[in-house]
């Protein structure tokens, strides 16, 4: 998988400006970490990204802006769809889930959680449920 | 002859507590099943936001596991699709003791007097099955007292105008109000909507060795910090337990209902793993009491079919599994052009009655209020309107400048039951312990989504007259409706050929078998049931008593 391209899309998905992006908060890892536990939606993401490498050689280089472009011309395909998702779900979900570091994105909209423990409660038993 | 228990009760959820405790209570010895485990905050509270039992993307913190436990559902298109329980059409509720009421936001509304009368108030529908109820709301008001007192609500008794007669006021002042209040009474003024604070089942004020709510942003769908949301587990449970006439087992599956060559109850056969192993048990008692929920009981009851009863048992009529309804959830949001938001917990501060009735073109209604704190990924998932591109600096600047100036208006809408919508047995699909798994199909009846159009407008209209800028909302669509409000697929009724249990919850042609949890609702009221369910369950049991 071209993880380069990867991580400068979701760097574009939520994008860094006064407030931290996607990759200051550890999205970019967390999504890395699901797709490697995920086959179904590594396939998906893989397929997706070796089709816009071809399409649009070194676009992982070029500006923000440009970069925006490219993914406006492709934002209704599947793989781009389901990774919006799992990208936005990481950065504002609760920051044990990997994605959304400090609760960064929660400091920047205003969610407070109010627990006792932190922003993710009490310990998880892990995820098998 | 000898039994090993005088009572079973399958389900350790809203009603199966609540049965439990008031048998074991006078004396008689309960064996009480659940499927799920027994969780706390310390085990269960973990904050996974995207594994939780309100937004299950991935799975639930209070199960059932999302394997070894499918179910088949039937789309609208009569597409079968075989899924886990965090999928979409599975209609979930916690396997847990306590069920939904573990994590449940806890509204604790009376149902209206006409809520009990819909046939003889609108006539009934083409194609649809809506009857009365086979008693009036007097017959049920001093249940509802008793679950309001005895698991314990917060509320005004000055509550909505079009309710029925209280003899007392609940026990704990109501939460209290905030911005989004505030915001609401202005655009209610100038509708000349009445409005009040809505009941909850939380503690406002420390009561019975437990503490008041602390006001965390992450209610409903998650077990509480401070052990302020009555649920039956921490009410009704523990007084049962506390008699030391009631046995309660976790993790176990109950297989069927156990009748006699007469076709007489005799008890159950349950499943549960010793050392991962399944081993089965059969046990006897004198009278059974299904309290799984209204797929699980229905399942269960068609699951029990004998020689005598090829069908299932209550199914001479073919009627148990139909008219299985929910809860439309009309959701309006509207963007003010100031912040609007109370982090503050639980989220529910405002609510009015008055479209639950006497809507033009509408069969019924339903009660409308503001919402829980929603979860930001909740948000980011249900909140942004059409048309937002849900990516780069549009998706982020929305969320950073409007998180806080959303609110939402929503509400149940009271369903028309349609004897295509039900719950029967797989003929193929199995669970973990091989047994055939629920099948859900149909689609809600047309009244229903009328109602839920209608509803919708009303709840714009609200927000447009409290100053919203801008108002969106998706239209709802025809759909199977049944999810954490199932209701219907036993109900009762005054007639053996009409119903599948008495108006006490027993089932017609078994004097030992009883059913007591939304199974039993005729229709589902334009609220949430469980404050129904659990007045249900006090005024079912003390019936139980007489057959014991």
Redesign the interface.
Known sequence: MDEGLLVAIID????A?A?P?ALALGTDRYVLDWLGAHAGDRGLVEAGLARLASARPGLAGLPGAER?AA?VAI?AEPWF?RL?VL???GF???P??GGNRDAG??T??????????G???????G??? | MSRDYDAIVVGAGASGNIVAAILAEAGHRVLLLERGPQESYASAGHRDHLRNQRHSAYGHNSGPDITGNPRVFVDSAGHEHVIAPHQYGYHNNAAVVGGGTFVYGGLAWRFLPDDFRMASRYGVPEGSSLTDWPFPYEALAPYYQRAEWEIGVSGSGAGPVQAGPREADYPMPPVPGGPTAEVLKKGAAALGLNTFSPPLLVNTVPRDGRQACIQCGSCVGFPCPSDAKNGSQNTMLARALATGNCELITGAMVERVETDGRGTVTGVSFLFRRDLTPVRRTVSARIVALCAGAIETARLLLASHSRLHPEGLGNAHDLVGRNLQGHYYPTAFGLFEHDVYDARGPGVTIATCDYNHGNDGVVGGGMLADDFVMLPIIFWKTALPAGLRRWGSEAKDFMRANYRRVVQVKGPVHEIPNPEARVTLDPGVVDRYGLRVARLSGVAHAETVNTARYMLGKARDWLAASGAVSVWGDEPVSRLSAGQHQAGTARMGTDSHGSVTDPFGRVWGHDNLFVSDTALHPTNGGFNPVLTVMALAFRNAEHMLGAL
């Open positions: 574009r998905i939520v994008p400006d407030d992006g925006d993914l934002e769809a919006v990208v936005s779900e504002y979900a609760d044990d889930n994105s929660w920047m909209i205003g969610y407070r959680h109010g627990l006792p423990e922003p993710s409660g009490p310990p998880a038993r995820r098998s449920q």
